[in-house]
């Protein structure tokens, strides 16, 4: 099984994710595969995020921490060729935390949102609040 | 290419040497220097910092000089190349992998000029992942996301296998080549080899140890006299798929009831199309079939046609047709005549290249003569490979002539013919006497020798006046 051979490192990783997570983030392996976390993210307060709860899925591939994690299509450099085996799940996940007080609308995943943000910023930002209130509070 | 004159010779001046003792003579590397006492592990660092640096002057020796003695730390900095070492942060015997997170006795640790401590092992990951990922590894730096202290080629040496460190190393020459505006890649395929330009030689055709001969200037065969502009249009024309298009226009016509194209090659005009549609017609008309008879001239002599052409009433697809058909005509015959040649010098350097273990051995045998003496068979194919390369390129030239220029046509086809009667002498002689002196008993080597070095003198004459002329006149 997968889980027979994990790396010292990813048990070191996952035990003081689990025994001191870092604020706003929680991360926890699946119980089927060790490499497998699901992730929740609280939206930063400040931030048009502030009262939602965003989850992710994070997967740790084979030659991890070689290759970075895989975290769906997230665009953050870390995740790519800034990558380094000095980093680790918890900085990721706090980088894509300050993705969400900062987004960066000259690399986006949606072009159409990040036309939006860059032309009415006001607008953008309300519609950001009411997307997080319908989709990512749970209600 | 000119501009660059100064630059290329600074660089042919500048050696290895030199560099090294450029590092040593500053008075700052005291670390460096302390690292070991002994000189020649002196002389291997400052070789891996020097060749770090040049990788990152793209070997721009002169730039590299000119900002090292203006300010080292702003070029030390840049390249992330510190002077000082940085030991490991702890005295302790253990210390922590910022990688894998064990905790490691000391000599586990490799130790990098920034001190940051990663075991031997993670290093190892870090440097394989890198390698092969691809030539990015030549500007890897620490793993710690704060330091970008640059990893040089000793840890690849100490650390890497035998196989990537040959790919790093392959890496590095080809950033080399790759960067140098006087050495290319040869670009004959399977050849390894680079090649350098010996400036001042007024033509960029260069000719690689592999025989393969190749234009500096735009990559294709060497096309002397043509120039690249020409080449380029034929290249492109004889790949293009324009031409397919073309020769179905002139060869094939759409049904007149399913409209698939079809081609005509032999056989009566009463055409039959394939099932499922089984429509009969007149391959000249396109008419019904059931409709020609005698009114139309008879069932196999569609006069219908005729009348037309005669009336010059030909529908404007028909004339397109006509027009096509004639340009592939033209097309067809210089094409010909250029991959004749093509194939033609193949051939010949495959021949030349089993002479020293086929046809000379022979002669030597046979005639007593050393190897020196004779050489000229070498260079009658030499001259056959050169002169089959210049003829296959007046092909696409004379293609590219246009129509009404008939004195500049009738110039050049004269020429040509000239040209090409020449080598065929030449080529035959090498070719076909040779091989017949050696089944014959009566025959005088000299004679012989005294035909091949003649014609091997008056073709490249020949030749070389083509090609002066050519480029002289603007033919």
Redesign the interface.
């Known amino acids: 099984m997968a889980n027979s051979n994990l790396?010292?490192?990813i048990i070191?990783?996952t035990q003081r994710l689990l025994s001191e997570p870092a604020p706003g983030i929680s991360a926890s392996p699946s119980e089927e595969n060790m490499r497998y976390f699901n992730v929740m993210v609280l939206g930063p307060s400040q931030s048009p995020y502030e009262g939602g709860v965003f989850k992710l899925e994070l997967f740790l591939p084979e030659?991890y921490?070689?290759?970075p994690p895989k975290l769906g299509r997230i665009c953050l450099d870390?995740l790519k060729?800034?990558w380094?085996?000095?980093?680790q799940i918890r900085t990721v996940l706090l980088s894509i935390q300050a993705l969400l007080s900062a987004p960066n609308p000259d690399d986006p995943l949606s072009e159409n949102v990040a036309k939006h943000w860059k032309s009415n910023e006001v607008e953008a930002v309300e519609t950001a609040k009411e997307w997080t209130r319908l989709y990512a509070t749970g209600a | 290419m000119e501009s660059d004159d100064d630059n290329l010779e600074f660089y042919d001046n500048s050696d290895y040497e030199e560099e090294e003792h450029d590092y040593g003579s500053d008075s700052d590397t005291g670390n460096y220097s302390s690292v070991s006492d002994e000189d020649e592990s002196n002389v291997n660092h400052y070789e891996v910092a020097a060749s770090k640096l040049l990788y990152y002057y793209k070997w721009n020796v002169s730039q590299l000089h000119d900002q090292w003695f203006a300010d080292e730390h702003k070029v030390r900095d840049e390249v992330c190349l510190p002077s000082a070492v940085v030991p490991f942060s702890t005295t302790e015997e253990s210390i922590k992998c910022g990688i894998c997170f064990d905790v490691l006795p000391r000599e586990e640790f490799y130790p990098v000029v920034c001190g940051h401590p990663y075991c031997k092992t993670c290093w190892r990951g870090y440097i394989t992942t890198s390698i092969n990922d691809g030539p990015g590894c030549l500007s890897l730096r620490c793993p710690e996301p704060s330091c970008r202290v640059a990893v040089c080629r000793d840890l690849i040496d100490d650390l890497g296998t035998e196989v990537e460190r040959e790919k790093y190393h392959r890496y590095y020459l080809r950033a080399y080549v790759e960067e140098s505006r006087k050495i290319k890649w040869c670009p004959m395929p399977g050849c390894e080899n680079a090649v350098e330009l010996e400036l001042g030689n007024n033509t960029f055709d260069v000719t690689c140890l592999c025989f393969g001969s190749f234009c500096w200037n735009c990559g294709e065969d060497a096309h002397r006299p043509v120039n690249c502009e020409t080449v380029s249009k034929w290249v492109l024309k004889n790949s293009s798929e324009a031409e397919n298009t073309k020769w179905i226009l002139a060869n094939s016509k759409p049904c007149p009831m399913c409209k698939r194209n079809i081609e005509k090659n032999k056989g009566c005009m009463h055409m039959v199309c394939s099932p499922p549609c089984k429509y009969q017609f007149c391959w000249l008309c396109l008419g019904d079939w059931k409709k020609h008879s005698k009114e139309t001239g008879g069932f196999y002599a569609c006069n219908i046609y005729r009348d037309k052409k005669e009336k010059g009433l030909l529908d404007e697809e028909e004339s397109i047709r006509e027009m096509a058909r004639s340009s592939l005509n033209k097309y067809a015959h210089y094409y010909e005549r250029w991959t004749a040649n093509q194939k033609s010098r193949e051939k010949a350097i495959e021949d030349f290249k089993a002479l020293d273990t086929g046809i000379l051995v022979n002669l030597r045998n046979k005639t007593n003569e050393t190897e020196g003496q004779l050489k000229f068979i070498a260079e009658a194919w030499e001259q056959i490979i050169e002169c089959r390369r210049v003829l296959k390129w007046t092909y696409a030239y004379g293609y590219y002539l246009p129509e009404d220029e008939h004195v500049k046509k009738q110039l050049f086809e004269y020429l040509q013919g000239q040209a090409e009667a020449q080598l065929e002498k030449l080529h035959n002689c090498t070719e076909k006497e040779l091989k017949s002196f050696l089944e014959k008993d009566d025959e005088d080597f000299r004679n012989i020798r005294a035909k091949l070095v003649g014609l091997t003198a008056v073709t490249q004459s020949y030749f070389t006046k083509l090609v002066a002329y050519f480029e002289t006149q603007k033919l």
């Open positions: 790396p010292r490192r070191k990783e030659e921490p070689m290759a870390i060729d800034k380094s085996p000095a980093l």
